[in-house]
Nanobody
Framework: QVQLAESGGGSVQAGGSLRLSCAAP????????MGWFRRAPGKEREGVAT???????NYADSVKGRFTISKDNAKNTLYLLMNSLKPEDTAAYYC????????????????????WGQGTQVTVSS
């Protein structure tokens, strides 16, 4: 059983930055597609960014140019650097691990992901 643990959430003013981390102890993050997803109150889950086993990334249009997904294979950790945060970025953020090494375009739908973390809250005030 893969356990994912997010950290790094918090409250920040608009225009600020946060870096989320997702630890996957005992698992090699380089092996499979991994992603970040978010859910705002009253809204459906939204795919934010994915990264496959080769390091190829994909982003939702709403975060392109502001967010960067990356991973440290030596530390078995996935990251999401969020810059120029906006109030509409407020949500619970979840990291997830796919069943596959590739993410493809459908990765942002979340349907290929078998393991999910508990989430970390990000609140952006105007």
């Amino acid at each position: 059983q893969v356990q994912l643990a997010e950290s790094g959430g918090g409250s920040v003013q608009a225009g600020g930055s946060l870096r989320l981390s997702c630890a996957a102890p005992g698992y090699t993050v380089s092996s499979n597609c991994m992603g970040w997803f978010r859910r705002a109150p009253g809204k459906e889950r939204e795919g934010v960014a994915t990264i496959d086993s080769h390091g190829t990334t994909n982003y939702a249009d709403s975060v392109k140019g502001r967010f960067t997904i990356s991973k440290d294979n030596a530390k078995n950790t996935l990251y999401l650097l969020m810059n120029s945060l906006k109030p509409e970025d407020t949500a619970a953020y979840y990291c997830a691990l796919s069943r596959y090494s590739g993410c493809w375009d459908r990765g942002l739908t979340g349907t290929d992901f078998s393991y999910w973390g508990q989430g970390t809250q990000v609140t952006v005030s105007s």
